[in-house]
């Protein structure tokens, strides 16, 4: 195994960890606020319309993470991480400008969506970077462990513009830092060519028939 300094040292690593902590600064606070502003706004059942969020996004995850091990096949893992990217905002957006109770629908099949396809791709991608390092596991502790700073920080983030501003502020400011990761990313991989290389698609090598995989 290379040296454990390799970690701290890998910038494509990095650049990879500090795109989730973006990500999940803009996305964990997300059903939190969109429950609370439900309640205040359209008076709704708390506990049926937070189970109702949760059962939406989980559903859709499931079908996405599926999907998205297929399209990760040919078109590599920086796809997904674009897509996921792309989602979150969108669904500030939709969370912002819909003040309507239904608009939990879309807003959770995009929270589907971006955990789905970041769910694929995050091990996928740290293990194609660290191939022969002799530390994957710990790079994608690494890695889980600065998006779960970003988490940690979430609803502080979203729960100060709540507060002090309103709920359609909050979810504007969590809608914008998710597309400074998707900024980090795309500069990375163009500057990286480690991360190009490991966010591309490949093919899965068949063995000829009569040989066992």
């Given amino acids: ?14 650049a990879v960890a500090g795109t989730l902590f973006f990500f999940h600064l803009g996305n964990a606070a997300m059903l939190p606020l969109l429950g609370q502003a439900a309640v205040a706004r359209f008076q709704v059942d708390p506990a049926v319309y937070t189970a109702s969020t949760v059962f939406i996004a989980q559903v859709t995850m499931i079908a996405t993470s599926l ?7 040919n078109r590599g893992y920086g796809v997904l991480f674009i897509l996921a990217l792309a989602a979150l905002p969108l669904r500030g957006l939709v969370a912002c400008f819909f003040n309507n109770s239904l608009s939990l629908i879309p ?11 970041m769910g694929v791709a995050t091990p996928g991608l740290v293990a194609r970077l660290l191939k022969g390092s002799g530390h994957i596991n710990m790079g994608i502790g690494l890695v889980m462990t600065i998006q779960g700073v970003g988490a940690a920080l979430s609803s502080s983030y979203g729960g100060l513009f709540a507060r002090y501003v309103n709920y359609e502020a909050a979810f504007l ?13 795309a500069s990375a991989t163009r500057r990286l060519p480690a991360l ?3 966010a591309s698609g490949f093919r899965v090598l068949r063995p000829p028939r009569g040989m066992s995989k």
């Fill in 196 to 198: 190009t290389e490991a």
């Fill in 1 to 14: 195994p290379l040296p454990m300094r390799f970690l701290v040292q890998d910038r494509a690593l990095l």
């Fill in 107 to 117: 807003v959770q099949i995009l929270d589907g969506v971006g955990a789905g396809l």
């Fill in 67 to 73: 999907w998205g091990a297929k399209i990760a096949v």
């Fill in 173 to 185: 400011a969590l809608a914008i830092v998710p597309g400074l990761g998707l900024l980090l990313f």
